[in-house]
């Protein structure tokens, strides 16, 4: 797929990556709209750009009022691509965990998705060439402890990629899965860093995450994208060995309760 000209829905566009992700496509030539919750980050990422075309929403797609605004100006704006990049994540085990961030886990990173997608897709399809990514996680393959609400939403949004890409296989309509590995945002808490740096877990940049989704779309096939090594390893192995990566990361358990207190 070119990028170029191309008119593209970001959501989440104030994070580490979602800033990264801006920046590359309108570098690629892309037309951009900008949805977060932050009407001044999104000023500001409008200016970091430097862009007068790229276009700002700030809405809280938690809010069905919200979702409607942003699928009317969909509907008027002809859209090319969906990136479906919001998502939240806090590192607790589940016993620490409350009803109310369940509930946003679950809604922010898996329900407001599969919403968006079902209603943009039918202004997507009319399209001569378009596309949805969804953006989940390695822990979307890697049931991890300390991460279980996120891992349930991440593991839901894959499912629920590959079967949404199933559906709609004979449509104009690319629909890819994007995983990346642990990555340098402020998404993270210091806890979070701190543990994959007691642990050695590698750590991508933003700009890194967001140059490889740019690959991804080019690609002529359709599917799904799991960053780093040996994360990606592990995700083969833990669908072939399951019982294997229990193992080597039980090792890891009193280490991730410390820093998930």
Known sequence: ???????????????GIGCAIAKAFNDAGANLILTARDRGKLVALKESI???????????????????????????????ILLNNAGVNKLALLNDTSDEDIGQ????????????CRDIYKVLNQRPQAAIVNIGSILGSIGYAGSSCYCASKFGLRGFTEAFRREVADSN??????????????????????????????????????????????????????LGWPEAFFVRLNSLLPKWVDSALVKQLDTIRRFSR
Request: net charge negative; charged share 25%.
């Open 105 to 116: 886990i679950i809604n922010t990173n898996l329900a407001v998705p599969m919403m968006l």
């Open 1 to 15: 797929m070119i990028i170029s000209g191309k008119k593209v829905l970001l959501t989440g566009a104030t994070g």
């Open 173 to 226: 309509v690319k629909v890819i899965y994007f995983a990346p590995r642990a990555t340098d945002t402020r998404l993270n808490t210091d806890e979070m860093n701190a543990l994959n740096e007691e642990l050695g877990n590698s750590v991508d940049s933003p700009e890194y995450v967001a140059d490889r989704l740019l690959r991804a779309l080019k690609d002529k096939h359709a599917h799904s994208y799991f």
């Open 50 to 80: 430097g862009n007068a075309n790229t276009r700002i929403l700030p809405l809280d797609l938690n809010v069905g009022a919200d979702r409607q605004t942003l699928y009317e100006v969909v509907q008027r704006e002809d859209i090319d």
